[in-house]
């Protein structure tokens, strides 16, 4: 596969789940970011990783959990979510490096649904 | 802080004829700046990006983008729109007041081309 993959693409889950999302990218980035699109809203970066560490926590709920395990992989963990959490959940990489700037590469998204 | 505004959240065109979608943005410093697009059910797409050198540039798609720094834009152009460019579509501006790529994005501006 190339470029940035998401699974699942589709998940409903109730407030008392604990599901988690996964990415991978195969682009030999080293910098990986957590995203949430919702309807009508501006996209919302969640976390974000620079060589496996996190450099960025958005002011996110505790009930998402990223986890980092190496360069190329990104989970996003779910527990006792809300309603309103429902969304496009969407990953992306990129090179970072100092003085230097970098686009973004998005995955397909995982489109989430609390019930 | 670093932001971008899309004033029209729906731009109107008919196949054949030249498109425009507008971006202008807010920076301290030098800009570094992205476009994107979103097709249905799809993660973001990196079509092009402006960071130093001359103000016209080119990207994916035939799309192109002036960089216009008297008037703080950088409006996303073709020449000739298809209908299979319709999609949702992106401004975004680096952050530099992040040691990372953190990009802050637009609200987005849905682009619908008619037969």
């Known amino acids: 596969e190339t470029g940035v993959t998401q699974t699942p693409r589709h998940l409903v889950m109730g407030m008392t789940n604990k599901k988690s999302l996964k990415c991978e990218q195969h682009?030999?980035?080293?910098?990986m970011y957590w995203y949430k699109q919702s309807a009508k809203k501006p996209l919302e970066l969640m976390f974000v990783?620079?060589?496996?560490?996190?450099?960025e926590n958005n002011s996110v709920p505790s009930r998402f959990s990223p986890e980092c395990p190496n360069s190329s992989h990104l989970f996003l963990h779910l527990h006792t979510l809300q309603p309103e959490d429902s969304a496009l959940y969407l990953c992306?990489?990129?090179?970072?490096?100092?003085?230097?700037?970098?686009?973004?590469?998005f995955g397909p998204g995982t489109r989430l649904t609390v019930t | 802080a670093q932001s971008v505004a899309q004033p029209e959240d729906q731009v109107n065109v008919a196949e054949g004829n030249p498109l425009t979608v507008k971006c202008t943005y807010s920076?301290?410093?030098?800009?570094?700046l992205f476009w994107y697009v979103q097709y249905p059910n799809r993660g973001l797409q990196f079509l092009l990006k402006?960071?130093?050198?001359?103000?016209l540039v080119k990207g994916s798609y035939g799309f192109e983008a002036e960089f216009n720094k008297s008037q703080t834009s950088f409006h996303l152009k073709k020449p000739s729109a298809l209908v299979s460019d319709s999609a949702l579509y992106f401004c975004?501006?680096?952050?530099?007041?992040?040691?990372?790529?953190?990009?802050?994005f637009g609200t987005g501006t849905r682009l619908l081309v008619s037969p």
């Open positions: 992306a990489s990129s090179q970072d490096r100092m003085g230097a700037s970098y686009e973004q590469y």
């Open positions: 682009l030999g980035h080293n910098a």
């Open positions: 990783y620079s060589l496996e560490e996190r450099v």
């Open positions: 920076v301290s410093g030098n800009p570094y």
């Open positions: 402006y960071i130093t050198g001359d103000n």
């Open positions: 975004a501006v680096r952050d530099l007041n992040t040691g990372f790529q953190k990009l802050v």
